[in-house]
């Protein structure tokens, strides 16, 4: 018992020295401040022939991670002014402390976003640095470069003619061709996109012709039965499938893009009119209802457009009412007082406020498209000066 007492009490020593040595402090690491973002230009306008050409450098400082310089991360975001860079383009880079962009990166970027050709747009790059990990992410400063997406040829070629008509049992027109115009053509929005806005049946097919009554060229799908695609997808030129319509019968919005080959189909809930007509102190008629027709009648043009021009009484407010005579309903905007609204803008079925006529008195054509890119409730409008 004597040599057992005397083992336990060499190790309670033993502990109770070994408890005293002092360890040494761990070691603390700093942590790593903001780099600073420098850019090459502040305009960056290339040309198509510069497509596969360093367009745009960026340099940063080192960000002062403690970690070896091959294992910081670096993630550059670019985006568009006002976006808050809530959906930004990205490139990622490790351990290197500059990134270049040739031509083609950045112009698809702007064309995806739907940024038009030849107009300088705004944008914002910013840099994050932080471990491979992304712990620890720190952002530099905000450098402003204005770009300018150049033009590249549609991914479809664009229909000869200019026009495109909608052909088929989707349709109110069948399949006979000629379609009945207006109400399917489809109306040209910009240079390589149309759109339009149509009764549809429910669970049939159609196809897009670019000339009324010819059957010899059509756009078209390559495979009608594809998942989804009633909804939108890929379309070509004589193609062998026709367009599978939605299943459910209804109104739609089709918007075919030549530019990146691509359609789109969504429901359309607001009120297509069959006629237009204005009515208020901007017009020669006044605010008297029913107003003089032809004069303050609209045409319709196609699909989805409508158009008028008559002589305007500066500074005054008008409506544009689907049927003459009737106060029920009305096309009208949300904000009368919405800074440049006279000259165009959003409008709506049953809204608020009266369209602010222009300050300048004259001839004017006013434009009304139910069928756009944006995604505006009922459509957009705009009104120009014409001698």
């Known amino acids: 018992m004597k040599?057992?007492?005397?083992?336990?009490?060499?190790?309670?020593?033993?502990?109770?020295?070994?408890?005293?040595?002092?360890?040494?402090?761990?070691?603390?690491?700093g942590a790593g401040?903001?780099?600073?973002?420098?850019?090459?230009?502040?305009?960056?306008?290339?040309?198509?022939?510069?497509?596969?050409?360093?367009?745009?450098?960026?340099?940063?400082?080192?960000?002062?991670?403690?970690?070896?310089?091959?294992?910081?991360?670096?993630?550059?975001?670019?985006?568009?002014?006002?976006k808050n860079f809530a959906a930004p383009f990205t490139k990622v880079v490790m351990g290197k402390l500059s990134a270049t962009y040739i031509a083609k990166e950045l112009n698809s970027f702007l064309l995806a976003r739907g940024y038009a050709f030849n107009v300088a747009v705004s944008m914002q790059v910013k840099l994050i640095?932080?471990?491979?990990?992304?712990?620890?992410?720190?952002?530099?400063?905000?450098?402003?470069?204005?770009?300018?997406?150049?033009?590249v040829p549609p991914r479809v070629a664009l229909p000869t003619t200019g026009k495109l008509f909608i052909v088929g049992a989707a349709t109110q027109g069948g399949w006979g061709n000629p379609v009945p115009t207006p109400t399917q053509e489809l109306a040209r929005l910009d240079e390589t996109t149309w759109a339009g806005v149509f009764q549809m049946n429910g669970s049939q097919q159609y196809l897009l012709l670019p000339l009324n009554g010819d059957w010899g060229n059509k756009f078209s799908v390559s495979n009608g039965a594809l998942a989804g695609l009633s909804a939108g997808g890929d379309f070509g030129f004589n193609l062998p499938d026709n367009f599978p319509g939605p299943s459910a019968s209804g109104w739609y919005k089709i918007i075919v893009d030549f530019q990146t080959g691509k359609f789109k189909v969504t429901p359309?809930?607001?009120?297509?009119?069959?006629?237009?007509?204005?009515?208020?102190?901007?017009?020669?008629?006044?605010?008297?209802?029913?107003?003089?027709?032809?004069?303050?009648?609209?045409?319709?043009?196609?699909?989805?457009?409508?158009?008028?021009?008559?002589?305007?009484?500066?500074?005054?407010?008008?409506?544009?009412?689907?049927?003459?005579?009737?106060?029920?309903?009305?096309?009208?905007?949300?904000?009368?007082?919405?800074?440049?609204?006279?000259?165009?803008?959003?409008?709506?079925?049953?809204?608020?406020?009266?369209?602010?006529?222009?300050?300048?008195?004259?001839?004017?054509?006013?434009?009304?498209?139910?069928?756009?890119?944006?995604?505006?409730?009922t459509g957009k409008f705009t009104v120009t000066k014409v001698p």
């Open 268 to 377: 359309y809930t607001s009120t297509l009119p069959t006629n237009l007509f204005i009515v208020g102190a901007a017009t020669p008629g006044g605010w008297n209802n029913p107003v003089p027709v032809p004069s303050q009648q609209f045409t319709r043009l196609n699909a989805s457009q409508w158009e008028l021009t008559l002589p305007i009484v500066a500074s005054q407010e008008y409506l544009i009412l689907p049927v003459n005579g009737d106060w029920g309903n009305k096309y009208s905007v949300a904000n009368k007082s919405l800074a440049g609204l006279s000259a165009g803008g959003e409008f709506g079925y049953n809204l608020g406020d009266n369209f602010p006529g222009p300050s300048i008195a004259g001839n004017h054509k006013i434009l009304l498209n139910f069928a756009t890119v944006e995604n505006f409730a």
């Open 33 to 82: 401040n903001a780099s600073v973002l420098t850019a090459s230009a502040v305009a960056v306008t290339p040309l198509p022939a510069d497509s596969n050409n360093v367009v745009l450098t960026l340099n940063w400082t080192y960000p002062n991670h403690s970690t070896d310089s091959s294992n910081i991360k670096y993630t550059i975001q670019l985006d568009s002014v006002g």
């Open 129 to 151: 640095s932080s471990y491979a990990n992304n712990n620890e992410t720190i952002a530099s400063n905000i450098v402003a470069v204005r770009m300018t997406p150049y033009k």
């Open 3 to 29: 040599k057992i007492s005397k083992l336990l009490l060499f190790a309670t020593l033993l502990f109770a020295f070994a408890s005293c040595d002092k360890v040494d402090n761990l070691p603390l690491y």
